[in-house]
């Protein structure tokens, strides 16, 4: 890979627990050792279940949470050292975000045109014709009629309002889009075609993406590389055709695409035992080994580093990986691990 677009070194967010005692104050461990780079035309799909870390990597990536630790570059530059008005100029100008609900990520007393206008007056992007020019581009580039220009976010389709929040993110024509679960508020009917748009805007416009999701069959069909988080820690990495092929390592991708339903591949589902550990007090050592059912006592002894697997830009972080079809059985031994 040339210099990547995005490249996250180590990274560690905590977040500040709400009420407690005064003499103690939790964080929940949102981030942990933290390592990603995405490239020019690449997109990196994030998975795993709610609470894992996918929305606090996006917000970083998008300068919206600042790790506690760790380093930030954008295109080889450290954004830690700039300042906080530089590194929102940087930022801002140079990455755009879609959010997971266009209802609330869209100021709905603002007209169309004024939402897509405003990324371009903040930066004084161009004249004041050549701005209103950028947005009938915008909205032609996202599939929107001239007509809805005028129209408010309370009277366009859950699917209109994310192809507005999609153009109001390439606005400013950013190297790199994050896009957070973005068809997760809208109708089964809708999603497919604002995947697509996001296919086919990556490709015209040569974006770096990174795409977050709870669907591990979506992910992979987007993405050119899968990432598979689990309690703030990247358990593992795979391209896409690897995932496609049912072939990645660690036992909780292959528990993730276990439980989603496949009429083509069917698999037999991965059920996942014991206590969903607390992102507060994380267990020692791999935090997956309280409901994993390939876990032993050295499991817990201290965090695998990564492992490279046979496929190029394949690597996991397990030490007793799922490598032969006998792995997938079950084991009847209950884990009592605290």
């Given at each position: 890979?040339?210099?990547?677009?995005?490249?996250?070194?180590?990274?560690?967010?905590?977040?500040?627990?709400?009420?407690?005692?005064?003499?103690?104050?939790?964080?929940?461990?949102?981030?942990?050792?933290?390592?990603?780079?995405?490239?020019?035309?690449?997109?990196?799909?994030?998975?795993?279940?709610?609470?894992?870390?996918?929305?606090?990597?996006?917000?970083?990536?998008?300068?919206?949470?600042?790790?506690?630790?760790?380093?930030?570059?954008?295109?080889?530059?450290?954004?830690?050292?700039?300042?906080?008005?530089?590194?929102?100029?940087?930022?801002?100008?140079?990455?755009?975000?879609?959010?997971?609900?266009?209802?609330?990520?869209?100021?709905?007393?603002?007209?169309?045109?004024?939402?897509?206008?405003?990324?371009?007056?903040?930066?004084?992007?161009?004249?004041?014709?050549?701005?209103?020019?950028?947005?009938?581009?915008?909205?032609?580039?996202?599939?929107?009629?001239?007509?809805?220009?005028?129209?408010?976010?309370?009277?366009?389709?859950?699917?209109?309002?994310?192809?507005?929040?999609?153009?109001?993110?390439?606005?400013?024509?950013?190297?790199?889009?994050?896009?957070?679960?973005?068809?997760?508020?809208?109708?089964?009917?809708?999603?497919?075609?604002?995947?697509?748009?996001?296919?086919?805007?990556?490709?015209?416009?040569?974006?770096?993406?990174?795409?977050?999701?709870?669907?591990?069959?979506?992910?992979?069909?987007?993405?050119?590389?899968?990432?598979?988080?689990?309690?703030?820690?990247?358990?593992?990495?795979?391209?896409?055709?690897?995932?496609?092929?049912?072939?990645?390592?660690h036992p909780y991708t292959r528990a993730l695409m276990s439980a989603t339903p496949s009429l083509l591949d069917p698999m037999e589902p991965i059920r996942l035992d014991g206590p969903v550990p607390s992102a507060v007090h994380p267990p020692s050592g791999c935090p997956f080994r309280t409901r994993c059912w390939r876990a032993t006592d050295a499991c817990g002894a201290a965090m695998p580093g990564f492992t490279a697997a046979a496929e190029p830009a394949h690597r996991y972080r397990c030490l007793h990986p799922v490598?032969?079809?006998?792995?997938?059985?079950?084991?009847?031994?209950?884990?009592?691990?605290?």
């Amino acid at each position: 890979m040339t210099t990547p677009v995005v490249e996250l070194r180590d990274i560690h967010v905590r977040l500040p627990v709400r009420g407690g005692t005064p003499f103690r104050r939790d964080a929940v461990h949102a981030l942990t050792g933290a390592d990603l780079a995405v490239g020019r035309g690449e997109t990196v799909g994030v998975v795993g279940e709610s609470g894992c870390g996918k929305s606090t990597l996006a917000k970083v990536l998008v300068g919206l949470v600042r790790p506690a630790s760790g380093t930030v570059r954008f295109q080889g530059e450290d954004l830690g050292a700039l300042s906080r008005r530089e590194r929102a100029t940087r930022i801002g100008a140079s990455v755009g975000m879609v959010f997971q609900d266009p209802a609330t990520a869209l100021n709905r007393r603002l007209p169309v045109r004024t939402i897509l206008r405003d990324p371009l007056d903040v930066h004084g992007r161009g004249a004041p014709a050549e701005r209103d020019e950028r947005v009938r581009e915008l909205m032609s580039l996202v599939g929107l009629p001239p007509h809805l220009a005028p129209a408010l976010p309370g009277q366009l389709s859950g699917g209109q309002r994310q192809r507005v929040a999609i153009a109001r993110a390439l606005a400013l024509e950013p190297a790199l889009l994050v896009a957070d679960e973005p068809t997760s508020a809208l109708d089964v009917s809708v999603r497919a075609q604002i995947l697509n748009l996001l296919l086919d805007l990556k490709d015209r416009l040569g974006l770096a993406m990174v795409f977050v999701s709870h669907d591990i069959q979506t992910v992979r069909r987007m993405s050119d590389r899968v990432v598979t988080m689990y309690l703030g820690r990247i358990v593992e990495e795979a391209p896409a055709a690897v995932v496609a092929r049912g072939e990645t390592c660690h036992p909780y991708t292959r528990a993730l695409m276990s439980a989603t339903p496949s009429l083509l591949d069917p698999m037999e589902p991965i059920r996942l035992d014991g206590p969903v550990p607390s992102a507060v007090h994380p267990p020692s050592g791999c935090p997956f080994r309280t409901r994993c059912w390939r876990a032993t006592d050295a499991c817990g002894a201290a965090m695998p580093g990564f492992t490279a697997a046979a496929e190029p830009a394949h690597r996991y972080r397990c030490l007793h990986p799922v490598t032969d079809p006998s792995h997938l059985a079950l084991s009847t031994v209950s884990q009592e691990i605290p």
